[in-house]
């Protein structure tokens, strides 16, 4: 029987080197994306993740934002490298194995889709979606996936291809994937952190650090497939890549310092 999986992936910082936000600003001339995203994140104001969705439905920097910018900006967003060969590869793993993947991110759907064109079929990418009016300018927002509403696209492809919690792997970098790692978790799934930001790399079940999409193969061959360095060094060579440098770390993080007074030692009897 062929064993079947849910691979899903946030887009932003995990696909890419670029932010989504970044990009669009640039392209409609304005500094100081981060600024706004700053100030959103100190009131609490939006959930993480839909900043810029938010941005460009209300903030007046934004309001002339159209269906045009974001299919521009997903064309100018610069990918990691081999995103496309990724892709491919997926589809013939490994003889018994069948990994559906999907992107989910609380980017604008039109700029996941114009930025991985020919590369990942629209039908597989879900990201916020807006509705326009007759002028072209968003309206509001039909579905932003982000934070918690990443679960519930999850669940609903999950549900879809009739697979089990535990056959479900997803990878991604920021705040924003914390809650859907933490539910994959929960059911035994397998978690790929893609960032070495400490407040993922602490829930995430593996961390690669890598600037080639491919890298996160490695711990899918291993945890799922079940297969030694040499398979998997084996299977970038028949790919015309070679693993320069493979290093596994853990390491134990500490900070002490003296206490104020030192404690008294307890007696025994």
Not at 12 to 20: G, I, V
Not at 21 to 47: M, R, T, Y
Not at 65 to 91: M, N, P, Q, S, Y
Not at 99 to 120: D, K, M, R, T, Y
């Amino acid at each position: 029987m062929v064993k079947q999986y849910l691979l899903a992936s946030d887009f932003d910082q995990t696909l890419s080197f670029n932010d989504s936000g970044v990009v669009l600003s640039e392209l409609i001339g304005f500094h100081g994306f981060h600024d706004k995203v700053k100030g959103l994140a100190e009131i609490n104001l939006v959930q993480q993740g839909a900043e810029l969705s938010y941005l460009i439905l209300h903030d007046p920097d934004f309001r002339h934002v159209r269906r045009e910018h974001l299919i521009e900006t997903g064309k100018r967003i610069r990918l990691k490298h081999d995103v496309a060969l990724f892709a491919r590869a997926l589809d013939n793993l490994g003889e018994g194995y069948k990994f559906h993947f999907s992107v989910i991110s609380a980017a604008p759907q039109e700029i996941i889709q114009s930025a991985l064109e020919g590369i990942v079929p629209p039908d597989r990418i879900f990201g916020t979606r807006f509705r326009y009016n007759e002028a072209g300018e968003v309206a509001s927002i039909i579905r932003a996936s982000a934070g918690w509403g990443k679960i519930t696209v999850l669940e609903e492809l999950r549900s879809r291809l009739g697979i089990s919690h535990d056959q479900i792997i997803y990878m991604g970098d920021g705040s924003s994937d914390l809650p859907v790692m933490m539910h994959v978790n929960q059911y035994d799934g397998l978690t790929i952190a893609v960032s070495e930001a400490k407040f993922i790399t602490r829930v995430a079940k593996r961390t690669v650090l890598s600037d080639n999409t491919m890298s996160v193969l490695v711990p899918l061959m291993e945890k799922v497939m079940n297969w030694d360095s040499a398979k998997i060094r084996k299977f970038f060579a028949s790919h015309g890549l070679t693993l320069l440098e493979w290093e596994k770390v853990r390491t134990d993080m500490l900070t002490i310092q003296e206490a104020a007074e030192p404690m008294a030692a307890t007696p025994t009897f």
